[in-house]
């Protein structure tokens, strides 16, 4: 019966994961009109999560597209259609591996970087300390970066798609002898504005919102739900509930100067 248990253990985990995730959201919608009121606080993130990060995602659009460009010319031209070169190129970046790769690539820097972050905050109880000078953390620390993340995923990920073009035409045109008319007039003339741009523009967005989404809930909201349940904290086989830290710390005074009366003749 253990497969079927773990089976189970990760389905109530997945559920209550995704369940966190979507009370999360819900609070967090509640406190954007905040950043409206605060542009400031939108700006700080922007360069934060997205103009920090603009050189890794130009650096690997120009080299993905450069690859794309490369493998593309080897296998169109035993075919004879190393004309759609271009058309090739433009597809796989604006569709699929644009959106994800800047996706996959923004988690890494910025997403990677917000959970460190908050995480920190949480640990260090700045969180705490935000509540008890009545500033709402959700407002102050969660809500900009959601907003900052939904913004900047899009926009890199243009920049991706547009760099990994241009490394393509760099490999096609410049390096393999591809027509420059041919190049961009296939490009032209295949790429639809709502079913390729469009549908990378919305796998963007979703990357974009699901960066804040994912991680923090497990950081925030769950530590939220549980920090007014009774606890106790043990020192040396006794108990202590947590209003009286003032005598756990008393009581660890008194040990401290009985063990030097006992050690000292």
Not at 148 to 170: E, T
């Amino acid at each position: 019966m253990n497969p079927v248990q773990q089976l189970g253990r990760w389905g109530i985990d997945a559920t209550l994961a995704l369940g966190a995730a979507g009370v999360f959201f819900l609070r967090m919608a509640e406190q954007l009109w905040i950043v409206m009121r605060r542009p400031a606080l939108l700006v700080q993130q922007l360069y934060s999560v997205g103009v920090l990060t603009v050189i890794i995602i130009v650096l690997a659009g120009l080299f993905v597209g450069m690859v794309l460009g490369l493998q593309g010319y080897n296998t169109l031209v035993d075919f004879g259609a190393e004309s759609s070169l271009g058309l090739v190129v433009a597809l796989f970046l604006t569709r699929e591996l644009g959106p994800v790769l800047t996706a996959l690539l923004f988690t890494g820097r910025a997403g990677s970087a917000l959970t460190a972050e908050i995480g920190l905050m949480k640990t260090t109880e700045q969180l705490a300390a935000l509540e008890m000078m009545a500033v709402n953390p959700m407002q102050r620390v969660i809500a900009p970066r959601f907003v900052a993340g939904a913004i900047a995923v899009p926009l890199l990920a243009a920049m991706f798609s547009v760099v990994g073009i241009f490394g393509g035409y760099l490999i096609g045109v410049e390096l393999l002898g591809v027509d420059s008319g041919v190049f961009w007039s296939s490009m032209r003339e295949g790429i639809d504005f709502r079913e390729d741009i469009v549908n990378g523009f919305v796998k963007s967005v979703v990357f974009g919102v699901g960066h804040v989404d994912r991680p923090v809930p497990g950081l925030y909201l769950r530590t939220q739900c549980r920090r007014h349940q009774p606890r106790d904290h043990a020192h040396r086989g006794h108990r202590f509930p947590v209003d009286s830290r003032p005598r756990l710390r008393t009581y660890r005074a008194d040990v401290r100067r009985m063990t030097y009366r006992i050690s000292v003749p």
